[in-house]
């Protein structure tokens, strides 16, 4: 199976600042099939981005995807205190469908 | 507005089994898929299966292909999910999401339901 790994683990970042994270993938993501999530405390997960750089429907575009093969960046280019949260990339190019571990972005 | 309503919390002996369901509403439900995602404390989350809501078609993550069931009533619009032979490992919090046929994109989840196995 394809294994996700993210970094940093954990991003302190101020209001208004960039956050770019990082997710590599074990071998190669066909035709882009990478996403990301956000996940807040005690809620579901909520789709940002697909096919790696595809926002979703209601996602502002200050949130940006790039990449291609093994590696992904989730890019967030002025943080809103909204964005404080956890983000999870995910392949569906293969099954099993993988997650990563996640990255905790965390106000400074 | 799309709409996935899980069934409540669950606590059940290891060696048990669980059924899960998740209601849609908002949609058409037979044009998607529903997959099943699970989050056990502080791990990542892992995908366990999903059924093509329109003919039935299965697919299951080989980890949970001879524990997990997934089955559809689409005169209720509701998935259900049944996972057999619990053990603490299963514990976890398990999400319903909608996902295009074509891909595995999971657009929209339920709120979520704990499972806790315990003996």
């Known amino acids: 199976e394809i294994v996700l790994t993210q970094s940093p683990g954990t991003l302190s970042l101020s209001p208004g600042e960039r956050a770019t994270l990082s997710c590599r993938a074990s071998e190669s993501v066909s035709s882009n099939y990478l996403a990301w999530y956000q996940q807040k405390p005690g809620q579901a997960p909520r789709l940002l981005i697909y096919g790696a750089s595809r926002r979703a429907t209601g996602i502002p575009d200050r949130l940006s995807g790039i990449g291609s093969g093994t590696d992904f960046t989730l890019t967030i280019s002025r943080l809103e205190p909204e964005d404080f949260a956890v983000y999870y990339c995910q392949q569906y190019s293969s099954s099993p469908y993988t997650f990563g571990q996640g990255t905790k972005l965390e106000i400074k | 507005q799309v709409q996935l309503v899980q069934s409540g919390a669950e606590v059940k002996k290891p060696g048990a089994s669980v059924k899960l369901s998740c209601k849609a509403s908002?949609?058409?439900?037979?044009?998607?898929?529903m997959d099943w995602v699970r989050q056990a404390p502080g791990q990542r989350l892992e995908w366990m299966g999903w059924i093509d809501a329109g003919n039935a078609n299965t697919k299951y993550s080989q980890k949970f292909q001879d524990r997990v069931t997934i089955t559809r009533d689409t005169s209720a619009n509701t998935v259900y999910m049944e996972l057999s032979s619990l053990t603490s490992e299963d514990t976890a919090v398990y999400y319903c999401?909608?996902?295009?046929?074509?891909?595995?994109?999971?657009?929209?989840w339920g709120q979520g339901t704990l499972v806790t196995v315990s003996s």
């Open positions: 999401a909608r996902a295009p046929i074509v891909a595995t994109i999971l657009d929209f």
């Open positions: 908002g949609y058409t439900f037979a044009t998607y898929t």
